[in-house]
């Protein structure tokens, strides 16, 4: 079995929970996940399995979408309802310095990780010194906030809550922009909640729990839950090899422009078994620019970087199929 699985992980799993309990449901060694959600996290969590693992780190690059609950007055160790309270600050904000103090850190900022993460530091993940009680200087590193929707100010009760959406980039850690917002209104804050609604183009409207996925193993309905490599790269342009092409795309080989031609998504899943006589791109290819590269028959193979200097594709990575 070969693509992607987006599953829903349910709180009080690790990431490694979960494809531990997937290689057991689908009885597959080949497993691996593109971006650690915390055990008290829960929401999108694309799986990779057989030849799709190659794709892991890949999409771990991509940007992501949260919807979370931010504590204000309250700052503890994990920066988040798991560790142990620091501080407890009284609340005397307006929700116009809420927005103000939420809206300040839309665009790219830099952002300290936090020491409860899965960064490396001299061979030693940062979560592994916390726990022995080491906190070290971490160097703040750029991360891109691209919006950040203010859905609930709640100001007059006990708790002092404020539930956001946000669409960041790779590395932001939305407990650390919580603590940020918290420290901006001088009140201190940590993440209550958290739950990632989008990786990429995989959305929370399409994920499945493991306890669905076993009942579709069950029903004999597992192909219905694996969804293609592709699917990864959607905004790659496309190409198809020609016959003749199809030669060098099967060994990896370098692809000279006139092996290959452009195809739309739609030609691409056309059921007509006919193809077109093959010819060079309909456009320029752009340098450096990746490319989905699928055989003459239309199945996917592999990721290609053009090279405007040599005048033909390079291979960058293969996913050949079963």
């Given amino acids: 079995m070969n693509g ?66 931010l504590l204000l007055g309250v700052e503890t160790d994990t920066q988040d309802m798991t560790g142990t309270v620091l501080r407890r600050s009284p609340v005397a904000v307006s929700e116009e310095e809420v927005r103000a103090a939420a809206q300040s850190f839309v665009g790219t900022y830099d952002q300290i990780p936090p020491m409860y993460s899965a960064l490396k530091v001299g061979g030693k993940r940062l979560y592994e010194l916390a726990r022995e009680g080491k906190v070290i200087e971490r160097a703040p590193r750029p991360v891109t906030i691209y919006t950040l929707e203010l859905q609930e100010i709640s100001l007059d009760g006990e708790e002092k809550t404020v539930r956001f959406c946000v669409t960041c980039s790779k590395g932001t850690y939305i407990r650390a922009l919580c603590e940020d917002i918290g420290r901006r209104l001088g009140c201190g804050g940590c993440m209550k909640s958290l739950r990632r609604t989008r990786v990429s183009s995989f959305e929370l409207s399409e994920s499945i729990t493991l306890s669905e996925l076993e009942t579709m193993r069950d029903a004999g309905r597992l192909a219905e839950a694996v969804l293609p490599v592709d699917r990864l790269f959607p905004a790659y342009p496309a190409l198809r090899t020609t016959a003749e092409g199809d030669v060098y795309l099967f060994n990896g080989n370098k692809l000279p422009e006139e092996a290959v031609r452009r195809e739309t998504d739609e030609d691409l899943r056309s059921e007509e078994e006919s193809i077109r006589p093959g010819g060079t791109c309909d456009e320029s290819p752009a340098e450096h620019l990746w490319y989905r590269v699928y055989d003459s028959r239309g199945r996917f193979y592999a990721l290609y970087e053009y090279s405007a200097r040599e005048a033909l594709f390079r291979n960058v990575k293969m996913f050949i199929p079963e």
């Fill in 4 to 69: 992607i699985i987006n599953i829903y992980k349910e709180r009080g799993f690790t990431s490694f929970d979960v494809v531990a309990k997937m290689r057991g449901i689908l009885k597959q060694k080949q497993i691996g996940h593109t971006g650690t959600l915390d055990p008290e996290a829960e929401g999108v969590l694309p799986v990779c399995v057989g030849s799709a693992t190659k794709a892991c780190g890949l999409l771990t690059d991509k940007d992501k979408t949260y919807e979370a609950v």
